[in-house]
C-alpha cells in the first residue's frame, strides 16, 4: 500500500436532512455549517449515476473542521490523512472534530450526490465497509459497481431486516456507461452471469468487481453528462478535475 498509493476522488455529498435516528448533540454541534458525508471513490465518472450513500453500521464516524463554513463527515482515520494532505483550512497534520457520530443513526439522512443525476438520495447500511480503507463513507453506483447493486438488491428485499424504510431504496441504477460486453447496466449484468446471491459472497463479488472495472474502463463510452461519447479512460480524468475545480470533490490518496 506504501509502495502503491491509490489516488481518489473524494466526492462531497451534502447534507441536506438528518435521518431520524441522528442525535441532537450531532445536530447542535453541526450548527449552521454546511456538512458534507465525503466518500472516496475510484470511479469519478461514474458519479452521474449515484442512487444512495452507504455507511458502515458498526462504524465510528466524527465531524471535523474542513474551513469556517464546512464540515466533513469521515472517519478518524481519514481526518488524519486528510489533514496531512492539507485538505483542510487549517495548519498541516491539525483536525479538529466537533462531534462523534455513528454509522447506525446516519442510516436515512439525505445527502445531495455531486453530479448526480438523481438529485437527492439516502444513507443506507453496507456490511462490508472498511474502516481501514477511504473515507468509511461509500458512495453506490449500482449500475457499474457490483457491491453496490447486490447491497441495494439486498437492502430492497429485507427492508426491516435492514431497519430501513422501502422508499430510502427506491432510486433504481442509472446508465452512465456503455459497454460492448455488459451494456449499460455491467453491475447486474455480471452479478446473474456470477450468480452472486448476497452483499456477502465477497469472492464473487471480487471478481465481478474486476471485470467490471476493466471493461468500463479499457471499452466503456460515456452516455451521460459533459463528456458523453467519449471513451471511459479520457472522461475519467477530466470528470474528477472538473468536480476538483467546482469544490464537489477533493482530492485523496492512501
Ligand atoms: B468505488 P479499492 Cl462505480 N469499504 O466507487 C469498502 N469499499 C469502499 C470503501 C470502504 N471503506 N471506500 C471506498 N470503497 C469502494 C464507485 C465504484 C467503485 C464503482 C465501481 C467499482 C468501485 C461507486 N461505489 O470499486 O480497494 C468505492 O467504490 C471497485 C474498485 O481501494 C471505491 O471505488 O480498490 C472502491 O471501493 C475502492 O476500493
Known amino acids: 500500500e506504501a509502495v502503491n498509493p491509490q489516488e481518489y476522488t473524494a466526492v462531497k455529498m451534502r447534507m441536506l436532512e438528518w435521518g431520524p435516528d441522528v442525535s441532537s448533540d450531532v445536530k447542535q454541534a453541526a450548527g449552521g455549517k454546511s456538512v458534507y458525508l465525503v466518500a472516496a471513490t475510484l470511479r469519478p465518472e461514474t458519479m452521474y449515476g449515484q442512487t444512495n450513500c452507504f455507511v458502515g453500521t458498526g462504524l465510528k464516524y466524527g465531524l471535523y473542521e474542513a474551513s469556517e ?7 478518524e482515520r481519514a481526518a488524519r490523512n486528510m489533514a496531512f494532505q492539507g485538505t483542510f483550512d487549517r495548519p498541516k497534520g491539525v483536525f479538529n472534530k466537533v462531534v462523534d457520530v455513528t454509522g447506525a443513526e446516519l442510516v436515512g439522512t439525505k445527502v445531495a450526490p455531486p453530479f448526480g443525476i438523481v438529485k437527492e438520495v439516502y444513507v443506507l447500511p453496507m456490511e462490508g ?14 449500475s457499474d459497481s ?13 427492508p426491516e ?10 432510486v433504481d441504477p442509472i446508465p452512465v456507461l456503455s459497454t460492448p460486453k455488459y451494456g449499460d447496466m455491467a453491475a ?45 479512460v479520457d472522461a475519467k480524468p477530466k470528470v474528477r478535475q472538473q468536480m476538483i475545480e467546482q469544490g464537489l470533490a477533493v482530492a485523496y490518496a492512501e
Request: proline share 4%.
Open 146 to 158: 457490483p457491491d453496490d447493486y447486490r447491497t441495494l438488491m439486498d437492502l430492497r428485499k429485507k
Open 129 to 142: 465497509v472498511l474502516a481501514t480503507k477511504g473515507t468509511g463513507v461509500v458512495t453506490s453506483v449500482p
Open 69 to 75: 463554513s464546512e464540515l466533513f463527515l469521515v472517519t
Open 188 to 232: 447486474e449484468v455480471l452479478c446473474k452471469e456470477l450468480k452472486i446471491q448476497s452483499q456477502r459472497d465477497i469472492k464473487q463479488l471480487a471478481e465481478a468487481k474486476d471485470l467490471a472495472y476493466k471493461e468500463g474502463f479499457y471499452s466503456g463510452t460515456m452516455l451521460v453528462g459533459d463528456f458523453k461519447g467519449l471513451p471511459v
Open 161 to 170: 431486516m435492514y431497519k430501513i424504510k422501502p422508499e430510502w431504496a427506491a
